[in-house]
């Protein structure tokens, strides 16, 4: 079975400074897909980033990266240039390549960013 | 293109009643999957459908169940309701394509009392 563990459960930053947020997987599969998903006070979900096992080009979108080591199972997310509305609880998950489209989630992280 | 959508948005039960959730994919999403979301226990999936067909159930009793419509719609139904059923239940579709991306609703909000 596969499990995501995020080890920060709460982070706090300053706006316009970057963050890091932790997390790491454990599968014994090669091709997989590793998302980041933003939960606000709202609650709706939100997909921040996705990744590719099979690609090792890290993604990039915005303002949001991420570290992707296969190697090390490691898949960090970072955040440039902080805003205000980047306060939520932030989601590592994990889904195998194949037929059914099953998500597995960490824990989360809350992240709060302070004017 | 509209999102996800859940109807009810929110719910009150009282134990022993049974509920029926909804959603409504994005038009051209073939996919559905349920998730509860519970302090204790984080995101936990649920089932997911596609073409009618569950493909996959997450490891929860079978008070829980679910359906999809030709037209893609889902629906989940839990019955026997207890108090630990209370819970978000997010549902997500995707377009089951090698992008494998799911986009969820914004959920609905179930209390059981």
């Known amino acids: 079975a596969q499990t995501v563990t995020q080890s920060q459960p709460e982070m706090s930053v300053q706006e316009a400074e970057t963050v890091t947020l932790s997390c790491t997987y454990d599968t014994s599969e090669s091709n997989y897909y590793l998302f980041w998903y933003k939960q606000p006070p709202s609650r709706q979900m939100i997909l921040v980033i996705r990744?590719?096992?099979?690609?090792?080009q890290n993604a990039t979108e915005n303002r949001f990266s991420v570290n992707f080591q296969k190697a090390a199972k490691s898949f960090s997310l970072k955040i440039s240039d902080s805003q205000l509305g980047d306060t939520a609880m932030y989601f590592c998950?994990?889904?195998?390549?194949?037929?059914?489209?099953?998500?597995?989630f960490g824990k989360g992280t809350k992240l709060t960013v302070n004017p | 293109k509209a999102g996800v959508t859940q109807t009810p948005r929110y719910l009150i039960k009282t134990r022993g009643q049974q509920v029926t959730l909804s959603c409504s994919p994005i038009s051209g999403h073939r996919s559905v999957s349920w998730y509860q979301q519970t302090p204790g226990q984080g995101l936990q999936f649920l089932f997911e459908?596609?073409?009618?067909?569950?493909?996959n159930k997450g490891n929860f009793p079978g008070r829980f169940s679910g359906r999809q419509f030709s037209n893609s719609r889902s629906e989940m139904n839990v019955s026997t309701l207890e108090l630990g059923d209370s819970a978000l239940y997010l549902c997500a579709s995707s377009l089951v394509s090698r992008a494998k991306t799911q986009y969820f609703g914004p959920g609905t909000r179930l209390l059981v009392l």
């Open positions: 998950a994990f889904m195998l390549a194949g037929g059914s489209e099953k998500l597995v």
């Open positions: 990744q590719e096992a099979y690609k090792q």
């Open positions: 459908y596609f073409s009618e067909t569950q493909r």
